[in-house]
Nanobody
Framework: QVQLVESGGGSVQAGGSLKLSCAAS????????MGWYRQAPGKERELVSA???????SYGNSVKGRFTISQDNAKNTVWLQMNNLKTEDTAVYYC????????????????WGQGTQVTVSS
């Protein structure tokens, strides 16, 4: 099985920074795409950022220019550096990844982390 373990959430004042990390472990052959989603109370889950193995990145419009995603392919780890945080960034942030497991290398199977709370106060 595969587990995604997140860390780095917390509380910060507006304008501050946080860095989230997510490490995938288990019988992993390789990661396909890794990224972050978030869900605020009363809102739908939305894509924050994603990164492919070749380093291609994508960002949600609301975080462009403020958030930076990076990865270590060898360690199956992804980070999200969040700068100039705003109160509207308050949400539970979920690590998401599609992963090729050892037993089935042809498929990219989706996995989710347990979520980490980010709270930005004014």
């Amino acid at each position: 099985q595969v587990q995604l373990v997140e860390s780095g959430g917390g509380s910060v004042q507006a304008g501050g920074s946080l860095k989230l990390s997510c490490a995938a472990s288990g019988y992993i052959f390789s990661a396909c795409v890794m990224g972050w989603y978030r869900q605020a109370p009363g809102k739908e889950r939305e894509l924050v950022s994603a990164i492919s193995p070749d380093g291609t990145t994508s960002y949600g419009n609301s975080v462009k220019g403020r958030f930076t995603i990076s990865q270590d392919n060898a360690k199956n780890t992804v980070w999200l550096q969040m700068n100039n945080l705003k109160t509207e960034d308050t949400a539970v942030y979920y690590c998401a990844a599609t992963i090729r497991v050892e037993a089935e290398r042809a498929r990219c199977v989706p996995y989710w982390g347990q979520g980490t709370q980010v709270t930005v106060s004014s």
